[in-house]
């Protein structure tokens, strides 16, 4: 069964290749540091679905937070003219909604 969070996931991480390649020619470091939080994402989601109890809670957590911390590395892109707008915005709101959700416990 396809696991809709962590579809969605991998399909921001394949539609922000071309905004962190404009970060990038301006600032390769915020560029890894966007990377390796957007990498973070599906892989935590797809470990903490694996999971129960506070595993599960922890890997929910810090993959929301690493999807936080990519919408502040294009907000500050954007806000340094880098980026006319922080892309996919409502696609990551969403995400977050959906790997917030994910942090309630598991009904049987």
């Known amino acids: 069964m396809r696991f809709v969070t962590y579809d969605l996931a991998v399909d921001l991480v394949r539609r922000m290749r071309e905004p962190i390649d404009a970060i990038r020619r301006f600032d390769p470091d915020l560029a890894r540091q ?56 409502v696609e990551r709101d969403r995400l977050c909604g959906l790997i917030y959700g994910c942090q309630r416990p598991k009904r049987k």
């Open 34 to 89: 966007a990377s390796r939080a957007l990498a973070s994402v599906p892989l935590n989601v797809a470990e903490a679905n694996g999971r129960a109890g506070r595993d599960r809670l922890h890997l929910s957590r810090v993959a929301l937070g690493s999807l936080r911390e990519l919408g502040a590395a294009l907000d500050v892109a954007t806000a340094l003219g880098w980026l006319g707008e922080p892309p996919l915005a």
